[in-house]
């Protein structure tokens, strides 16, 4: 269910007020796992896609408008920390998140998060990006086999598509991956180097469909009897003289 609080409503609008939440929601999360921690700060992240995927009632246009509302009332902060340079998905934290001490965060910096139009990533923040975008997808990818290939695969993947892609991808195929004994699940390694996660969910769901997990040992069996049941019901004569039971 999506939520939002009435007064950040009454400010900024319903949409914008949604979307608060949901980075607010995020970012707490992500602060109790120390996930995506920068410049003292936990953030979260998500392209206009993705938002429109999560928040199918707002058009493309209204997420814009309602993140550029949130940033110019001084709601949230934006910036940029993927893995590749030329990657501009948009990271968001709420402007109150309080900032870590010192201690906890060494190489935090100060000031104003990287701004999207002016990416400066050094080569360590890069190699944090990447390993926790890593963790993200390790963690949600229903086959966990072969870690450091997969490593290495994901690594390889960023230079044809970005995080935000591959978990957009993923998340759109879990339905049918999940489906899958999990013997015929792709190694996580096989699906980033065929760059699956750009297949459409309905490719994938065919070819799930002659190996799909049998949750319900027999349900064949009697989705059958059913079927002739129903057809002697139509046609008694076709069920033979007396006959005790189903040939």
């Known amino acids: 269910m999506h939520s939002f609080d009435s007064k950040i409503a009454e400010r900024v609008g319903v949409n914008a007020a949604v979307l608060y939440q949901n980075i607010v929601w995020w970012c707490a999360k992500n602060a109790a796992n120390r996930h995506n921690e920068h410049d003292g700060k936990f953030w979260t992240y998500n392209s206009v ?6 928040f199918p009632y707002m058009t493309a246009k209204q997420i814009r408008s309602a993140l550029d509302r949130l940033e110019a009332e001084g709601l949230i902060l934006s910036g940029c920390y993927n893995a590749s340079a030329y990657d501009r998905t948009k990271w968001y934290c709420p402007a109150s998140q309080p900032d870590l001490p010192s201690a906890a965060n060494e190489i935090a910096q100060k000031g104003e998060p990287i701004p999207v139009s002016k990416p400066d990533i050094k080569p360590d923040d890069k190699h ?16 966990r086999i072969g870690k450091a290939a997969a490593r290495k695969a994901y690594a390889k993947a960023l230079k044809v598509g970005t995080h935000d892609d591959i978990m957009f991808g993923l998340s759109q195929q879990m339905p049918s991956l999940a489906s899958r004994e999990e013997q015929y699940i792709p190694h996580p390694s096989t699906w980033l180097n065929q760059e699956r996660w750009n297949d459409e969910p309905d490719h994938n769901a065919a070819r799930n469909g002659t190996h799909a997990r049998a949750d319900r040992p027999g349900t064949g069996m009697a989705q059958a009897f059913a079927a002739v049941a129903e057809r002697l019901s139509r046609d008694p004569e076709e069920g033979g003289d007396g006959g005790d039971g189903f040939i």
């Open 49 to 54: 896609k993705a938002w429109a995927a999560l």
């Open 128 to 143: 944090s990006c990447a390993i926790d975008g890593f963790a993200e997808f390790w963690e949600r990818y229903p086959r």
